[in-house]
């Protein structure tokens, strides 16, 4: 693959510092501890046939490949190494041993350890490196863990993996680490790592392990009208200078660019789009794929240009709630599909107008409820069956009047409950009624089980003249009665995800082609930080295979960093990441099975007719390049 310096690559990393938890350079006081499990020094008998080793559901790995990329560890990092070693070893029969291990995870068991580092607690930071073993990590890991006081300690996992990926072990050693700092993690697969020195590499400089690098104190930047000067200590020689500009924490602007320091060792570029940011970070994306912080503003001196910039544009937020559209008592109990839910002031609302209002307070704008002209019944069943009658018969409800100007809205978010696994027919009235055409559409859902359904699918066939985003989905179950911090979280993890700051503004996506064969398809690539890093990697071409009648998978050469959680279902045209095995997916049909047992990232969407994808082969190289 034709390897491409990307200078939008590294907005995965820009997104996930909005708080300013920039990469720091390692603390050379730091201690360091490299734990590792490895099955080869755990096991008793003949190990001379364990290449043979095979992955099924234990995932057991073979030979020492824990053991080398603790090495590779402590090259870089000069940390002390320690082998995790059980009293009673594993057999080297991979049944016997898969038979142990299977038995040890349905018990939550903690094997008994030979012996723990001397004076465990000293250790600053600890890398703690194994084989996946049933889609976590072994249970003498867990053992090792809660054998000391993690709080406040950094700890680091890195694990050699068959098909299943990392599994759960991240989340498993949160779990088993309260008040421990939990670092981005490592996975490779088991056949790559002899060659995964490089990749180490480049996952140990993200995390500030990294000695070869300007620190991010050892340069200046000075910063006036528009243009920026970058005084470095080191010679800097066709890197990707990257300049993150943010206000109140928020990441409003990225500008980037190819360059040298000259004989005096600066850098001076002209730079635009940071006249409301109250702080600039400079990073460089290193010959070695890695960021590196440079250097950060300490006041943003940048000057307006006296062009009058456009006005930002304005968004309607609308939304369709069974609560407003049923004469519910004030004592009704929440069901599921009503999902009522008692706010402070002791009102009604429903999932859905949480859901809007958590948009609406993030993008501004202006906020307004679909409306029916004749109500809902109280009755749950009694609302199923009407809403079965309307789809069936085509029924578009009458709604009552909305005091909006639809002409005053570029970007129009549209919200509500999932019926019948797919937009209440209000909903499709709201959109027969207003003229959406040249608009911004972005839904977003809450249900009870059944994710999005075909929604959006229906929501793109009605606006078929708007450009519609990448929706969000919220179980029902996750508003009524809870905290609803994780859920705003969440909506501004998506909005962020959608290039949407506060007022609306929209960034671009970016036209793609997805070539198979002699067929050409069109699609887009979002601007996430997911999809910028993909972006980064075309023209690709991926070994992608069938699977289920919905997708075609395969995997990519090079890890992309993961921003946010992702989903466990998907909308048909979906272009995906999955972090947990590193493949790239496109989903094409909705199936009897439209839950995922791995969570997937929304990195854009194939735009052309899929019914192509019903027509190809159980294997397909599948390549994706830019349009233009």
């Not at 070869?212 to 000067?229: E, G, H, Y």
């Amino acid at each position: 693959m034709k390897k491409l310096i990307s200078f939008i690559t590294i907005l995965g990393i820009l997104f996930a510092m909005v708080s300013f938890n920039t990469i720091q350079a390692a603390n050379e006081d730091e201690k360091i501890l490299i734990a590792y499990f490895s099955r080869m020094e755990n096991s008793v008998g003949d190990t001379s046939d364990m290449d043979a080793d095979a992955t099924t559901s234990a995932s057991l790995i073979s030979n020492a490949n824990t053991e080398m990329i603790a090495n590779y560890i402590k090259e870089q990092t000069d940390g002390e190494l320690f082998s995790i070693l059980t009293a009673e070893p594993y057999s080297s029969d991979y049944d016997e041993c898969l038979s142990r291990a299977q038995r040890e995870n349905a018990e939550n068991a903690r094997p008994t350890l030979k012996s723990m580092p001397e004076d465990i607690n000293s250790y600053d930071t600890i890398f703690i490196g194994f084989p996946d073993w049933c889609g976590t990590c072994p249970m003498a890991i867990f053992t090792f863990l809660e054998n000391f006081d993690t709080k406040g300690k950094k700890i680091i996992p890195f694990c050699a993996h068959g098909t299943s990926g990392l599994g759960t072990s991240v989340n498993d050693i949160k779990y088993v680490c309260p008040g421990a700092e939990i670092e981005n993690a490592f996975g490779v697969y088991r056949d790559d790592v002899k060659n995964c020195e490089a990749d180490v590499l480049k996952w140990l400089a993200q995390l500030g392990y990294d000695n070869d690098k300007p620190s991010i104190n050892d340069a200046q930047m000075s910063l006036t009208d528009n243009s920026v000067t970058i005084k470095a200590t080191k010679p800097i020689n066709d890197a990707a200078l990257i300049l993150a500009g943010y206000t109140n924490g928020r990441l409003v602007n990225v500008n980037t660019r190819k360059v040298s320091t000259d004989s005096n060792l600066e850098i001076k570029e002209n730079v635009t789009g940071f006249e409301n940011a109250d702080m600039v970070k400079a990073f460089l994306w290193t010959g070695l794929d890695s960021m590196q912080p440079l250097c950060t503003s300490k006041e943003v001196i940048i000057k307006a240009n006296d062009n009058t910039p456009p006005a930002a544009s304005k968004s309607l937020t609308v939304y369709f709630s069974r609560v407003g559209n049923t004469d519910y008592s004030s004592d009704v109990d929440a069901t599921t599909s009503a999902s009522v839910v008692v706010n402070n002031n002791g009102n009604l609302t429903g999932t859905t107008e949480t859901i809007a209002k958590m948009i609406q307070s993030a993008v501004g704008g202006d906020i307004a409820e679909i409306q029916t002209v004749n109500k809902y019944s109280t009755d749950f069943n009694e609302v199923v069956d009407k809403n079965h009658e309307e789809i069936n018969a085509g029924t578009i409800p009458a709604l009552l009047p909305m005091n909006i100007d639809m002409s005053e809205y570029d970007t129009v978010f549209i919200g509500y409950p999932i019926w019948a696994t797919t937009i209440p027919q209000a909903v499709r009235s709201f959109m027969r009624t207003y003229d959406l055409s040249g608009k911004t559409v972005i839904p977003f859902c809450t249900h009870d089980g059944y994710g999005s359904g075909r929604s959006y699918t229906e929501i793109k066939n009605e606006c078929a003249k708007s450009t519609v985003l990448d929706g969000l989905t919220i179980p029902a179950a996750d508003i009524v009665g809870k905290d609803l911090t994780p859920i705003s979280d969440r909506v501004n993890s998506w909005l962020a995800q959608l290039g949407i700051n506060t007022g609306g503004e929209k960034t671009d996506r970016t036209p793609i082609k997805i070539t198979i064969g002699n067929i050409v398809l069109d699609g887009y690539l979002n601007n996430t930080p997911e999809a910028e890093q993909f972006k980064a990697m075309l023209p690709v071409t991926v070994d992608m295979v069938g699977y289920g009648g919905r997708e075609y998978y395969g995997g990519i050469s090079s890890r992309i960093e993961d921003s946010t959680e992702g989903k466990l279902n998907f909308e048909n045209g979906d272009i995906t990441y999955c972090p947990s095995n590193n493949t790239v997916a496109i989903f094409y049909a909705q199936t009897s099975r439209p839950n995922l047992t791995m969570r997937v990232i929304s990195m854009g969407m194939v735009t052309s007719d899929l019914s192509v994808f019903d027509e190809l082969g159980s294997s397909e190289d599948i390549t994706f390049s830019l349009a233009n």
